[in-house]
Each structure stands twice: as structure tokens, then as C-alpha cells.
């Protein structure tokens, strides 16, 4: 895992947020371009427990 993101929200003030539960999805580089062909996006139904554990989620 590089990086991972939980409780994403969006909104101008912390009291106007509200959660991001749908939406485009960003693919992006460091620093050099990239391009994508022939991909699949499939849904995760479960994280693998080391992962769990490194995000604190239970």
C-alpha cells in the first residue's frame, strides 16, 4: 500500500462538510506522464487485515 485516505470530505468550512461517497475517480503520476489502457476498476469487498490494522480500522 503507498497511500490510503478515510473520512474524505468536502466543503469550504469544517461545519458546511459533508462526506464524499461517489464520484470520479483520479488516476495521476509523480511527475511524469502516464497512460492508462485497457483497464478494469473492480470493487474491493474487503481489506486485507494488515492493512486494517496499519489504517487503525477495525
Known amino acids: 500500500m503507498v497511500n490510503a485516505l478515510k473520512n474524505a470530505r468536502l466543503g469550504e468550512s469544517q461545519a ?3 462526506p464524499i461517497i461517489d464520484g470520479q ?4 503520476s509523480e511527475g511524469a506522464e502516464l497512460f492508462y489502457r485497457n483497464m ?3 470493487g ?6 494488515k ?3 496499519q489504517l ?3
Open 25 to 28: 475517480i483520479q488516476l495521476q
Open 16 to 18: 458546511e462538510t459533508k
Open 56 to 58: 487503525g480500522w477495525k
Open 51 to 53: 492493512f486494517k490494522k
Open 44 to 49: 474491493i469487498k474487503d481489506f486485507p487485515e
Open 40 to 42: 478494469t476498476l473492480t
